[in-house]
């Protein structure tokens, strides 16, 4: 089993920065990709980062270019730096994983993290 604890939320200003962190433990090598999703109060949870095994990252277009996920290794937690963050990015957070153990694919969500942007 995998486990996924997300921090670093809280409340910053309009043109901030945050940085957030999931801490991953369990069958870490089982996992094929790790992701940042956000929901929204009122809508509905929406995909914003991913990277896989072999590095490689996707953004959300609303994200592009402000927000980078990273990750150094497979024990490292995966960290998802958010620049020039606007109102319109409160939300919680979720880390998720997905992989495949004992032949079965398997996705697995943090508890989630609030980010709220205000002035």
């Known amino acids: 089993q995998v486990q996924l604890v997300e921090s670093g939320g809280g409340l910053v200003q309009p043109g901030g920065s945050l940085r957030l962190s999931c801490a991953v433990s369990g069958s870490i090598l089982s996992i094929n990709v790790i992701g940042w999703y956000r929901q929204a109060p009122g809508k509905e949870r929406e995909l914003v980062t991913t990277?896989?095994?072999?590095?490689?990252?996707s953004y959300a277009d609303s994200v592009k270019g402000r927000f980078t996920i990273s990750r150094e290794n497979a024990k490292n937690p995966v960290y998802l730096q958010m620049n020039s963050l606007k109102p319109d990015d409160t939300a919680v957070y979720y880390c998720?994983?997905?992989?495949?153990?004992?032949?079965?694919?398997?996705?697995?969500w943090g508890q989630g993290t609030l980010v709220t942007v205000s002035s």
């Open positions: 998720n994983a997905r992989g495949i153990s004992d032949l079965r694919n398997y996705e697995v």
């Open positions: 990277i896989n095994r072999g590095g490689s990252t």
